[in-house]
C-alpha cells in the first residue's frame, strides 16, 4: 500500500510539470499555426498569447507573425526551423541573405517553387534580449526572386 501511494504521489507531482509548456515547443507549435492559417486558411485567431509566445495576423496583407520573448535563441530557432521542416511546402531558405541588423540572424525560408508561393521571416536575437525571436509568414502574389537567386546582402526597409 505504501508503494501504491508513493508512486500516486510522484505521478501527481510530475503531471503538472509535463503539463507546462516550453519555449521551443510553443514557438514550434505557433510557426505551426501560423503556417496553417495562410496556406490552408486554418482558423487562427488574429492575436493569441501563450506564455512565451504571441502570434499576431493581419488579413491586408495576409501575414501571421510569431514573436517569442523566452528561451535560448538557437534553441528556438530550431523548434522553429522543425515546425518549417514538417510542412507540406518543403520551406528551404532563400539564396539570398538578409542583414540581421540588431538580430543575430535574419533569414528567409521560400517554399518549393510550384503554384502558390510563401515566404517565412525568422529573426533571432543575440543571447540575453527581450525579444528572442520573431517567424513572419506571408504569401506571395509572386515567387520572390530572392529565393532562387543570390541577389547580395538585403538590408529590410526602415520602419
Known amino acids: 500500500m505504501r ?6 504521489a510522484a505521478v501527481s507531482l510530475a503531471a503538472p510539470a509535463a503539463a507546462q509548456a516550453d519555449p521551443q ?3 514550434r507549435s505557433a510557426v505551426g499555426a501560423c503556417v496553417s492559417a495562410i496556406a ?5 485567431p488574429d492575436q493569441i498569447k501563450g506564455d512565451f509566445v504571441e502570434i499576431r495576423r493581419e488579413r491586408e496583407p495576409a501575414t501571421c507573425t510569431v514573436t517569442v520573448t523566452s528561451g535560448e535563441p538557437a534553441a528556438i530557432r530550431a523548434g522553429v526551423l522543425d515546425a518549417l521542416a514538417k510542412r507540406k511546402e518543403r520551406f528551404s531558405p532563400a539564396k539570398t541573405r538578409w542583414d540581421p541588423g540588431a538580430f543575430a540572424s535574419r533569414e ?4 518549393m517553387p510550384a503554384g502558390r508561393s510563401f515566404n517565412v521571416v525568422v529573426s533571432t536575437a543575440k543571447p ?3 525579444l528572442v525571436l520573431t517567424a513572419t509568414v506571408l504569401e506571395t502574389k509572386e515567387r ?3 529565393c532562387d537567386r543570390d541577389q ?3 538590408k529590410p526597409p526602415a520602419g
Do not use: I, Y
Open 3 to 8: 508503494r501504491f501511494l508513493l508512486a500516486a
Open 25 to 27: 515547443s510553443e514557438a
Open 40 to 44: 490552408d486558411g486554418a482558423p487562427v
Open 108 to 111: 528567409a525560408f521560400c517554399n
Open 128 to 130: 540575453g534580449e527581450p
Open 144 to 146: 520572390d526572386a530572392r
Open 152 to 154: 547580395g546582402l538585403q
